[in-house]
């Protein structure tokens, strides 16, 4: 039971390159979350999906893109990556339930942009 | 728009010394709170919620929270840390707006518990 994985684990890339970041679930759980972790502002909200082709502007969704054609995956797309992009990406599934907000985090990527 | 306070950044304590981590919330409505620990190196896992009920709050490893809606506070305790505690803390908060999920997370306080 793999429960949410990640890839890659680790990433070093060059500005202005287009990076992926990919996010996997065996729940079907409906909402998908991708956060960003930096040190000072804590997890911050990039993009988020409610269900398979929905998909809405978190927090700081400047430079990213996302994509859900399956309810399991919700890969986020760094279109031409800065360094201030440089951070610690964490993906979150939740279920469809209202009363269970909780969330259910992968291992994180760690990404850096030289 | 919501918001949470964690206005604790960096905690250190000795092995068996209490423990409360602050959270306070902005939004006046119907909300959910959470705690999330994340040990070194590790993901982030959910140690307690609040969703109705009990405001007193019991989740794993000993860690309890209050829920006072009139401070609007979800404070974290913990009567004697471990040094296996030492990790960082995230207070959240969630709402139901418009039918979707809304989450809002603290910015964390670390905690460093010394032997």
């Known amino acids: 039971d793999a429960g949410i994985t990640q890839s890659p684990r680790y990433k070093i890339t060059e500005t202005g390159r287009q990076v992926t970041l990919m996010c996997h679930q065996t729940?079907?759980?409906?909402?998908m979350f991708w956060y960003r972790q930096d040190l000072g502002h804590g997890l911050r909200l990039i993009y988020y999906?409610?269900?398979?082709?929905?998909?809405d502007k978190g927090e700081v969704p400047d430079g990213y893109v996302v994509s859900r054609s399956k309810t399991e995956n919700f890969p986020l797309t760094l279109e031409s990556a800065t360094r201030s992009q440089t951070s610690v990406y964490f993906c979150?599934?939740?279920?469809?339930?209202?009363?269970?907000?909780?969330?259910?985090f992968g291992p994180g990527t760690r990404l850096t942009v030289t | 728009a919501q918001s949470v306070s964690q206005h604790n950044h960096h905690v250190i304590l000795s092995e068996a010394a209490s423990l409360e981590l602050g959270c306070n919330y902005s939004y006046g409505g119907t909300v959910n709170l959470f705690w999330y620990v994340q040990y070194p190196g590790q993901h982030l896992q959910l140690l307690l919620k609040y969703f109705s009920g009990d405001p007193l709050v019991k989740g794993i490893k000993g860690f309890e929270a209050e829920f006072i809606k009139s401070k609007f506070s979800f404070n974290l305790r913990k009567p004697s840390v471990q040094w296996s505690d030492t990790a960082e803390y995230f207070c959240a908060v969630a709402l139901n707006s418009g039918g979707y999920q809304k989450v809002t997370f603290g910015t964390g306080t670390k905690l460093q518990v010394i032997p």
């Open positions: 979150a599934s939740s279920g469809a339930d209202r009363v269970s907000y909780e969330q259910y």
């Open positions: 999906s409610a269900a398979a082709d929905i998909t």
């Open positions: 729940w079907s759980h409906s909402y």
